[in-house]
């Protein structure tokens, strides 16, 4: 029977409930246990897909889309889900299904739409039984599909948010259902260290645990953020206010890497009384699986050297924006022996002062044009872009950044000043990148992309392979918009290779430059299956180019053009 953990958040948003709640299922993977995980979102959209990211943090894209069909009759494409779920991929290093992330949209839209089919004929719809019904409802459905022995439910935003609250009550009454010893509620609150009088204070995580009391939910442990270990003092003042034994107040402090958590929590005892409270049957760790982890956080904690790499972007804002991408880097750098420093560039200064270009690009060893949507910026983008193909600097565009890596080629490169993507402007002359045909017709916006996981088709003597070793991989998508072929053909003769297509190959998943250097273009998202355990190979390739540029560079060997 499967046994469920949930976990809350309170004090203030941004604690790392993911990582804590991955931190746990890795804690329970290690010692032999099946684990899913469900994170449920308060907001009322549907999905993440249509937010912003400067206002939501990255959308991470799953391996496999799901057909929603809240009611008969209605139906919607899932794969864009909340960016925690890159972080269970990560540490779990296994694929999460889209019909996991739990959104008040979903919920609700599917009441209401049960309503108007008359699923409810007779009955006055409220939020209790009905919406709460369909929340428990949907957990179970996932603990059916994916049977694992422990699913954990990660629940966003903040105890005493008003939208979280059906979410609270739905918790209290399926812990009611599942009876003693079948679930359990992990509470993540804030500890912070006030430098006037040189303490940690725990008054905010008092008053978060008494917010949730209020809902009928007592914690069963509760895990302190703060900027180092708590004291003896501060854990036992916890323990006592907060009626949790002192074995279940557990300490989450700044960690250099956050695959550090897991080993940090299992050295608190964590694991070993996470089992015993759910009458789990063996508490012991597989000492291989520990080994392994190990080494890999070691690997992070032990670089030679570093590189710095410039992320040129639209929502340099949050970094959380491109968290997928920062942590993929983090994993090619790791297994290459380096650290990276990211400077993160707002685009729209090249805009206004283009003498700003040269003055940001020629400190760092490598460029990552980032993803995007919209038009703030892309002049920007697109003039580091042309930068980079006059410069030997190794360079990597993707999704957007690809796109605009093949405007600044056709107007760098082959002299067509005003060629440009149909998104920034509909009426260039030279169209070169355009929607894609399937997408003309389209008004809706959710979950509309061509999205999910699709075949690249990879050419043999081009870069790409050199990275992949493979003629075929899969990779993950979210994009309108594409490369067009007809004009990538004529820039073929300009040095242009097309090194990756769909089975068809109509739509263009990868570009790249002729020479020496090392400058490419993936239409899709290559973080989005990065893991610590095995990273990426584009991004391990292209930090092995960084790392051989700023030799050579530190050498003298190389100037970059300005």
């Not at 249509?50 to 943090?57: A, F, K």
């Not at 909340?82 to 949209?105: A, C, H, M, V, W």
């Not at 302190?224 to 300490?251: G, H, N, Q």
């Not at 460029?367 to 872009?385: D, H, K, Q, W, Y």
Request: charged fraction near 25%; glycine fraction near 8%; proline fraction near 5%.
């Amino acid at each position: 029977m499967t046994k469920y953990i949930f976990v809350t958040g309170g004090v203030l948003s941004g604690l790392g409930k993911g990582v804590v709640t991955a931190s746990i299922a890795k804690l329970l993977q290690m010692r032999g246990y099946s684990v899913d995980v469900i994170k449920i979102d308060p907001y009322l959209n549907v999905d993440p897909g249509t937010l912003n990211p400067i206002e939501h943090g990255e959308v991470f894209v799953c391996e496999h889309s799901w057909h929603f069909k809240p009611a008969e009759g209605y139906s919607f494409t899932i794969a864009e889900v909340d960016q925690d779920f890159g972080t269970y991929e990560r540490f779990l290093n296994k694929n999460i299904e889209p019909y996991n992330n739990i959104t008040s949209g979903q919920i609700y839209l599917t009441v209401i739409l049960k309503e108007r089919v008359g699923k409810y004929l007779g009955k006055t719809i409220q939020v209790i039984p009905h919406i709460t019904d369909e929340i428990k409802n949907r957990i179970r459905i996932v603990a059916k599909k994916s049977k694992p022995d422990v699913l954990l439910i990660e629940i966003g935003g903040t105890v005493g948010d008003i939208e979280a609250m059906p979410f609270l009550e739905a918790v209290r009454q399926f812990r009611l259902e599942e009876g003693p010893g079948n679930t359990l509620l992990v509470h993540i609150t804030l500890v912070p260290y006030l430098e006037t009088v040189g303490q940690l204070k725990s008054k905010p995580t008092q008053h978060s645990v008494k917010i949730l009391q209020s809902t009928g939910l007592q914690p069963d442990i509760i895990v302190c953020r703060a900027p180092f270990e708590l004291t003896e003092d501060i854990k036992r003042k916890i323990s006592l206010f907060c009626s949790v034994p002192y074995e279940a107040v557990i300490s989450d402090p700044d960690m250099e890497t956050v695959y550090e958590i897991p080993i940090l929590f299992e050295k608190q005892g964590l694991g070993e009384y996470i089992c015993r409270l759910l009458g789990l049957g063996t508490n012991r760790l597989i000492q291989d699986e520990y080994l392994k982890w190990n080494k890999i956080v070691n690997m992070f904690k032990q670089p030679t050297d570093y590189v710095e790499i410039a992320m040129p972007g639209k929502y340099t804002f949050i970094t959380d924006s491109y968290i997928s991408i920062n942590e993929a880097l983090r994993h090619a750098a790791a297994w290459n022996g380096v650290k990276i420093k990211i400077r993160w560039i707002e685009t729209e200064i090249f805009e206004e002062d283009i003498g700003k270009l040269e003055e940001e690009l020629s400190k760092v060893d490598g460029i990552l044009l980032t993803p995007g949507f919209g038009r703030r910026g892309v002049e920007g983008m697109i003039s580091v872009a042309e930068y980079a193909l006059n410069s030997p600097i190794p360079f990597l565009g993707i999704c957007f950044g690809a796109q605009l890596l093949f405007v600044a080629f056709y107007r760098s490169i082959m002299g067509y000043k005003t060629a440009n993507t149909t998104e920034v402007d509909p009426n260039t002359p030279y169209p070169v990148v355009d929607l894609l045909p399937e997408q003309k017709s389209i008004k809706m916006k959710g979950g509309t992309m061509r999205l999910a996981a699709h075949k690249v088709y990879i050419k043999k003597n081009t870069k790409l392979y050199d990275a992949y070793k493979k003629e075929v991989v899969l990779e993950r998508f979210r994009h309108r918009y594409h490369i067009i072929k007809e004009y990538a053909q004529k820039a073929k003769e300009y040095g242009l290779i097309v090194s990756a297509t769909d089975a068809t190959g109509n739509i263009i998943n990868a570009i790249e430059v002729d020479g020496e250097g090392w400058t490419i273009g993936v239409q899709f998202h290559p973080e989005f299956k990065s893991r610590p355990e095995s990273p990426s190979p584009i991004y391990l390739t292209f930090i092995k180019e960084i790392i051989k540029y700023k030799k050579l560079r530190e050498k003298s060997i190389l100037k970059i053009k300005p």
